[in-house]
């Protein structure tokens, strides 16, 4: 009787576990990056999607902190999450483009936890970019921020050249976190989404996705403009290769982190399965 409780308190214990480190996301993302869960740090951040592989430091990787994270509107109110910071331009994450992941992209999902700390460092103030080689080549998107200021913006490439979308109207206020996702349905639309809320829609452009997505930069537009850092914090970042519904917009962004501790809630199971046994 003893062996079969053990048995099944350790299957409790592990299911338990992994309810709490999944809760929420959409399953089959290709890149996943978690400044919680990143074994490659200084050196890299190690992607945990089905893309696998890693975006190398460039020059030198962001500071790996740790502070509160809140989004009131999504009821998350983490003490102590994980996230990197660049202070100092070309303090970002996507190496030669040879070293980067490939991701085949024609509809998509893009999601990043973030937070901007401040003005720009240099002339421009970038945030990411998505795109086939060379930068700003056949396909891809850049994010930045418009005028050095708060607004986000995209700038599109496809069919082999830079097309015309429209203002996404996303905000990023200074020193507040937000969860930000781009939704794009290939040919159909594109739709921005703030902490979940549907902010903007426009209509989409035509990507090959057998041209592969391997320029790709965390902190800057592309590795030969890292120097435009984005003066920001990134919790998580996460691609799919597929467009998610609003309800699974909500969901993943509700779920990037649990109403309790992890360690505090284990504890609490641990002890009532010793009264009951």
Sequence with gaps: ??????????????????????????????????????????????????????????????????????????????????????????????????KNPKLYLADYTFEFLCRRNGNLFVEEHHFVGFQNSPAEGAQGIRFWLLGGGDELGISIHAKGSKQAPAAIKIQLEQDVWTWVTLVGENKKSIVAYQDGRKISQQGGFDWNVKLPINEISIGANSHSERRRTFNGSFSLVRVYDKALTPAQVLSNAKGVFLAVEPGDKLSTTWGKLKQGF
């Design 1 to 98: 009787m003893r062996s079969i409780v053990s048995t099944f308190t350790a299957t409790f214990i592990l299911a338990a576990l992994c309810s709490f480190a999944y809760a929420g996301a959409v399953p089959g993302a290709v890149m996943i990056l978690d400044a919680s869960d990143n074994p490659d740090h200084p050196k890299a951040w190690k992607n945990l999607g089905e893309a696998g592989g890693s975006l190398s430091a460039a020059d030198k990787a962001p500071d790996l902190e740790d502070g509160p994270i809140k989004i009131a509107s999504l009821g998350i109110n983490e003490r102590k999450g994980m996230y990197y910071t660049a202070k100092e331009s070309k303090r970002t994450f996507g190496g030669p483009v040879n």
